[in-house]
Nanobody, 126 residues
Framework: VQLQASGGGLVQAGGSLRLSCAASGGTISNNVMGWFRQAPGKEREFVGGTSRSGGITYYPDSVKGRFTISRENAKNTMYLQMNSLSAEDTAVYFC????????????????????WGQGTLVTVSS
């Protein structure tokens, strides 16, 4: 599976952005999907994931209530809607796909994912 993240850019604090992750070479309906971000000098951070079926999502406290993940399996695409952005959200955002037999499991660290997109930069100006 090849993943292509897009939609990053410059946004003012309090604004919104929607990132997309388009998959090719495979179908995302067979994969658990996740979003990560990495700010300069920091480790890659998990910001949310959706189960293989899409029926379950998980968000860490840092983004809960502000970020929403959705997926359109028919379009082989996953989205990350980000609202109420702050400077702390500035990072390169990566989408990832993981192989699992479970319809419920969502890995919360990078080791649970097998395929990665190239990243898209989100810059939030304060």
């Amino acid at each position: 599976v090849q993943l292509q993240a897009s939609g990053g850019g410059l946004v003012q604090a309090g604004g919104s952005l929607r990132l997309s992750c388009a998959a090719s070479g495979g179908t995302i309906s067979n994969n658990v999907m996740g979003w990560f971000r990495q700010a300069p000098g920091k480790e890659r951070e998990f910001v949310g994931g959706t189960s293989r079926s899409g029926g379950i999502t998980y968000y860490p406290d840092s983004v809960k209530g502000r970020f929403t993940i959705s997926r359109e399996n028919a379009k082989n695409t996953m989205y990350l809607q980000m609202n109420s952005l702050s400077a702390e959200d500035t990072a390169v955002y990566f989408c990832a796909a993981g192989t699992t037999d479970s319809n419920y499991y969502i890995p919360r660290n990078r080791h649970g994912y097998d395929y990665w997109g190239q990243g898209t930069l989100v810059t939030v100006s304060s």
